[in-house]
Nanobody
Framework: QLQLVESGGGLVQPGGSLRLSCAAS????????IGWFRQAPGKEREGVSC????????NYADSVKGRFTISRDNAKNTVYLQMNSLKPEDTAVYYC??????????????WGQGTQVTVSS
């Protein structure tokens, strides 16, 4: 059974960078489309980025295009989210999840604990 654990969050200044990790166990990530999501206080959870199971297709929310990069390391069974030029509005709990597809709102399994990203001066 696929299990995902997020890590790498922390406190950074505006303009700084952070790399989040989504480590998988129980199955190979290569079989799944993986998405990163975030939820800010008082806000609904929103999709941030998505990576197809083939690794050949990515997409990003307009708010993070040009700043965030999603990637996959099959040898480590891990998906990453490199976040550059961070803004205070990026502050949120970040989650990763297997998706039915990048255009589907549904995920496989359940949400984990996520990792907190705080961008503040």
């Amino acid at each position: 059974q696929l299990q995902l654990v997020e890590s790498g969050g922390g406190l950074v200044q505006p303009g700084g960078s952070l790399r989040l990790s989504c480590a998988a166990s129980g199955s190979s990530l290569d079989y799944y489309t993986i998405g990163w999501f975030r939820q800010a206080p008082g806000k609904e959870r929103e999709g941030v980025s998505c990576l197809s199971n083939s690794g050949g297709s990515t997409n990003y929310a307009d708010s993070v295009k040009g700043r965030f990069t999603i990637s996959r390391d099959n040898a480590k069974n891990t998906v990453y989210l490199q976040m550059n030029s961070l803004k205070p509005e990026d502050t949120a709990v970040y989650y990763c999840a297997a998706r039915l597809g990048c255009k589907s709102p549904l995920i496989i399994g359940s949400w984990g604990q996520g990792t907190q990203v705080t961008v503040s001066s």
